[in-house]
């Protein structure tokens, strides 16, 4: 086995077995586009930075392993895009880690990686580590020839504008993957939307969908109210409009969203409109000390 530094020439080779692996559940996880052109440009990007950030596992010319780095260095912090591997679990993880862990500690002083729960390996590899289990979230799912719609008024939903950023911004949770701005970025891109719920002239809540695979795949990446109109039917609102947009307007065949399995009254809620558990995601972070190198690398 050998583990090498991901190079541009391999990038299509290296997307198109990252797109089969992560589209089973046992490999799975966070953070990895779900399309493989979308993949190919995301760990096209790894290889243009002066440090690493992407490394393969080769066994006689056969990718058996990848691990990505994915930088956000504003917050000195990254997220694995794997560790994955294929044959050898234990030493090819292991294998990857050694090689990465050198440049994580080095410019970020926390890491955060996220799989279903059947990725047994991954999470073993996390325990064995000393990654924190910061949070466990159940993946919901709604499927296009099971939804039943309520029939709530959507007069009150508006597509977001610059003018609501500010407004959606303090609603947005702190910590979440895609700050407000990064929202209203995305959803320029197709099949992304920001919808917003316009009461007395305010934004009461907002909505946030992306489309993981066109006319197959669609997800509710953020939905959240004002606490003091909660109970009001602004999130019953907001996610009707999103289902029915992504059912009847973009012919998408399933929904997911996802939530803490503390959150029993948000579960409920989605319960309500016919979603069904698909999967638990287990997310783990590790945290270091402030990171040797300050300054990002270009």
Same mark, same amino acid.
Request: hydrophobic residues 40%; aromatic residues 14%; contains cysteine.
């Given at each position: 086995?050998?583990?090498?530094?991901?190079?541009?020439?391999?990038?299509?080779?290296?997307?198109?077995?990252?797109?089969?692996?992560?589209?089973?559940?046992?490999?799975? @996880?966070? /953070?990895?586009?779900?399309?493989?052109?979308?993949?190919?440009?995301?760990?096209?990007?790894?290889?243009?930075?002066?440090?690493p950030?992407? #490394? @393969?596992? /080769?066994?006689?010319?056969?990718?058996?392993?990848?691990?990505?780095?994915?930088?956000?260095?504003?917050?000195?912090?990254?997220?694995?895009?794997?560790?994955?591997?294929?044959?050898?679990? +234990?030493?090819?993880?292991?294998?990857?880690w050694?090689?990465? !862990?050198?440049?994580?500690?080095?410019?970020?002083?926390a890491?955060?990686?996220?799989?279903?729960?059947?990725?047994?390996?991954?999470?073993?590899?996390?325990?064995?580590?000393?990654?924190?289990?910061?949070?466990?979230?159940?993946?919901?799912?709604? /499927?296009?020839?099971?939804?039943?719609?309520?029939?709530?008024?959507?007069?009150?939903?508006?597509?977001?504008?610059?003018?609501?950023? %500010? %407004?959606?911004?303090?609603?947005?949770?702190?910590?979440?993957?895609?700050?407000?701005?990064?929202?209203?970025?995305?959803?320029?891109?197709?099949?992304?939307?920001?919808? =917003?719920?316009?009461?007395?002239?305010?934004?009461?809540? #907002?909505?946030?969908?992306?489309?993981?695979?066109?006319?197959?795949e669609?997800?509710?990446?953020?939905?959240?109210?004002?606490?003091?109109?909660?109970?009001? =039917?602004? =999130?019953? +609102?907001?996610?009707?409009?999103?289902?029915? #947009?992504?059912?009847?307007?973009?012919?998408?065949?399933?929904?997911?969203? !996802?939530?803490?399995t503390?959150?029993?009254?948000?579960?409920?809620?989605?319960?309500?409109?016919?979603?069904e558990? /698909?999967? @638990?995601?287990?997310? #783990?972070?590790?945290v270091?000390?402030?990171?040797?190198?300050?300054?990002?690398?270009?």
């Amino acid at each position: 086995m050998q583990i090498k530094e991901l190079e541009v020439k391999e990038l299509r080779q290296v997307s198109q077995w990252l797109y089969g692996m992560n589209g089973q559940d046992r490999h799975f @996880v966070a /953070w990895l586009a779900s399309d493989e052109n979308e993949i190919y440009e995301q760990i096209w990007t790894l290889t243009q930075f002066k440090e690493p950030l992407a #490394y @393969v596992a /080769w066994e006689n010319n056969e990718i058996i392993g990848f691990l990505g780095i994915l930088p956000f260095f504003e917050h000195k912090l990254c997220r694995l895009l794997g560790p994955f591997a294929i044959k050898h679990e +234990a030493e090819v993880l292991e294998g990857l880690w050694n090689k990465a !862990s050198l440049t994580i500690e080095m410019y970020f002083n926390a890491v955060k990686v996220a799989c279903f729960q059947v990725n047994q390996e991954l999470i073993d590899f996390c325990e064995q580590h000393a990654f924190h289990l910061y949070n466990t979230e159940k993946t919901l799912i709604q /499927w296009r020839d099971t939804f039943q719609p309520m029939h709530v008024d959507a007069s009150s939903i508006v597509e977001a504008t610059p003018e609501d950023q %500010a %407004a959606i911004a303090a609603l947005h949770p702190d910590g979440a993957y895609y700050t407000a701005a990064e929202m209203f970025e995305l959803k320029h891109q197709a099949g992304n939307y920001l919808w =917003g719920y316009q009461q007395n002239g305010e934004i009461a809540g #907002y909505l946030y969908f992306e489309t993981i695979l066109p006319e197959e795949e669609g997800e509710i990446c953020f939905v959240n109210v004002a606490p003091s109109d909660r109970g009001e =039917g602004v =999130g019953t +609102a907001l996610i009707e409009h999103a289902l029915q #947009y992504a059912f009847h307007a973009l012919n998408l065949n399933s929904v997911t969203i !996802s939530v803490r399995t503390a959150n029993q009254d948000a579960e409920h809620l989605y319960r309500q409109f016919g979603f069904e558990v /698909w999967n @638990v995601i287990h997310a #783990y972070e590790k945290v270091f000390q402030e990171p040797i190198v300050r300054n990002t690398f270009h």
